[in-house]
């Protein structure tokens, strides 16, 4: 189990590295519910919720990813990184954008990122948090 955390309904929510899951403890009842990333060799690493509810998943497989989880629709959108490296943490900023950090053996690939998923929202090139 990696990254643990609270959403806005007080639901704790967790990434399984291995097996490739994610999961939900609702604190009140003690259920558990997990939902499998649908890529074959993912790896949840950390989880964050947006301002709109929705999860946002740093994937440590796959060569670097990004994954948005609907947890309404229960459906999981990839933004695939442009280096072959884990991030292994996220943060949400107030406009929604996801910073995320990259990690590698080479020091040439390890960067701070930004990614706007909604492009319309991008006003200068600059980014704040």
């Known amino acids: 189990m990696r990254r643990v955390f609270a959403d806005h309904n007080g639901m704790i929510w967790y990434a399984l590295e291995w097996p490739g899951k994610i999961g939900m403890l609702d604190p009140k009842t003690n259920k558990m519910v997990e ?15 947006d301002h709109e509810y929705n999860l946002w998943i740093a ?25 072959r490296t884990d991030m292994p943490k996220i943060e949400v900023s107030n406009e929604n954008s996801i910073w995320y950090t990259t990690r590698s053996a080479d020091s040439k690939d390890q960067a701070l990122g930004v990614l706007y998923p909604d492009k319309s ?3 200068t090139l600059a980014a704040s948090y």
């Open 59 to 83: 994937d440590s497989g796959q060569g670097g990813a990004l994954v948005k989880f609907d947890p309404r629709t229960k459906n999981f959108t990839y933004y695939p990184y442009v280096q």
């Open 35 to 49: 939902y499998a990333l649908p890529l074959k060799w993912s790896f949840p690493y950390d989880i964050q919720e």
């Open 121 to 123: 929202k991008i006003q």
